[in-house]
């Protein structure tokens, strides 16, 4: 197995703020690989460095095999593409469906984009009736189901999901992930997820990492967490909350 | 637990809102009476369980309109009584707590001057008693340094301090019924198990009436009495909280079985079926 994705000692300073204090990850070529921690840990900003949206100091970032520099060249994108948390953020207001999914095919300059805007709507399960209508017409799940075909039209082989459910309520979370499994088992993707929510990322992914102020934790696989088998008392007190509320 | 006088009787409670394209319904004849217990209302988006809290707070926006054959508190008649009486009921005797400590604390006063103006707003007493009371409150919900945390801005602290401050302000003038819409769901988790606990244990030992408004089906099972499942503006199911595995009502076990857990693997997840007569 190569890997797909791989970080090395990566760096993100804000000002003086150190967000990401030397990060190594590497994940496997058609791995769904999860990132958790409570908010402040660093995980998004990984996510973000590995896109150009946050400034890396130091460290490498390698793209299937291929060392990323200061800039992302176009290639990048049509290899990396990434769901943000909140649809009713991440979409532009005064834009349909139809230009919202011209838009990553028109920089990129791909031709069959009739076929592909189609294809997309139905992967995800809208359709064509959903081509022309805006943002504001959809529910949040239909949102976030447009923002992953979006990701999708430019059939990356990776995909960086940031909390792409935790906007939604609990039925709609459920029918996003089924969804985000299928296109997975489909088009053989690699995931890199981020999400507070333990009980998803076992349930998404192989493998993860825990993460705590910038700085990994641990790395487990889901069935080590599963059976209770962490060495890191803060792995072992965010299992317990994720267990719920027990009266003392 | 349970006094024989409700704390809090809503019956048949309606929240109607005018908008351009028709009246929208959010809460739809809703019945439950409160006692000296916590309930839990859950739902999702749009269900109507927030507008039922704002409603019995009396803080409901005014282009809506609230109607109900009852909606008493203490046998106080919330819809006759006058505003002015209302608001002396609001933050006294009746407080609500929102989700996000961020929006719901005044960013330009410090977080001991807006638990200090609650409690003078209520009740009388000196300005050096009211700081001791507020300092006493402030050690109340677990901060351990009052005094530092007194003189501080709500930007100045995490999400979770700033929530408990506002427990703490909410609870300086000795509410008997709390309304938490959302209390932990803008904190992160192993904060939410601090933040519910501080709370489980002033609302036990207060003697007060909980209503938990959330989401959150797992942690409202856990934290509550009873619940209250709404869905679509009304409620689908009432039941014990220790009896949520017996839930007879299909949304409710839906909701329950369509979350992942960790240890059972189900692929897909059981997605809801949602049925035109649950909303009827």
Known sequence: MTAALSVEGLEVVFDRFRALKGVSLEVREGESYGLVGESGSGKSTLLRAITGLAPASSGTIT??????????????????????????????????VDRLLQEPLAIH????????????????????????????????????????????????????????????????QAEVLNLLEEVRRRRKLTFLMVSH????????????????????????????????????????????????FVRV | MNDDKALLEVEDLHVTFATRTGLVQAVRGVS??????????????????????????????????????KLAFDGIDLLSVSPSQRRALRGNRIAMILQDPKYSLDPVMTIGRQIVETLRTHEKV?????????????????????????????HEVSGGMGQ???????????????????????????????????????????????IFISHDLRLVSSFCDRVVVMYAGKVVEQLKASELR??????????????????FERHPLPVLDRKPEWAA
């Open chain 1, 63 to 96: 793209v299937n095999g291929k060392v990323l520099g200061k800039t992302r060249e176009k290639a990048f994108y049509r290899e990396v593409q990434m769901v943000f948390q909140d649809p009713y953020g991440s979409l532009h207001p005064r834009q349909t």
């Open chain 1, 109 to 172: 300059g791909i031709a069959d984009g009739e076929k592909r805007i189609e294809r997309a709507l139905d992967e995800v399960g809208l359709g064509k009736g959903f081509r022309f209508r805006y943002a504001h017409q959809l529910s949040g799940g239909q949102r976030q189901r447009v923002a992953i075909a979006r990701a999708l039209i430019l059939e990356p082989s990776i995909l960086l999901l940031d909390e792409p459910t935790s906007a939604l309520d609990a039925s709609v």
């Open chain 1, 197 to 244: 929510d333990l009980a998803i990322i076992t349930h998404m992914c192989e493998r993860l990492m825990v993460m705590q102020n910038g700085e990994v934790v641990e790395t487990l696989t889901a069935s080590q967490l599963i059976g209770h088998r962490v060495s890191e008392d803060y792995t072992r007190n965010l299992l317990r909350a994720s267990e719920g």
């Open chain 2, 32 to 69: 439950f009476s409160l006692g000296r217990e916590r309930l839990g209302i859950v739902g999702e988006s749009g269900s109507g369980k927030s507008q039922t809290g704002r409603a019995i707070m009396g803080v409901t926006l005014p282009q809506a309109k609230v109607s109900a054959k």
């Open chain 2, 126 to 154: 000196s300005k050096a008693e009211a700081r001791e009371r507020a300092l006493d409150m402030l050690r109340a919900v677990q901060i351990r340094d009052p005094a530092r945390v007194f003189d501080l801005h709500p």
């Open chain 2, 164 to 210: 408990r401050a506002m427990i703490a302000m909410m609870l300086i003038a000795g509410p008997e019924l709390m309304i938490a819409d959302e209390p932990t769901s803008a904190l992160d988790v192993t904060v939410q198990l601090d933040v519910l606990n501080i709370l489980d244990r002033l609302v036990a030992e207060r003697g007060m009436g909980l």
């Open chain 2, 246 to 263: 017996d839930a007879r009502h299909p949304y409710t076990r839906g909701l329950l079985n369509c979350m992942p857990k960790i240890g």
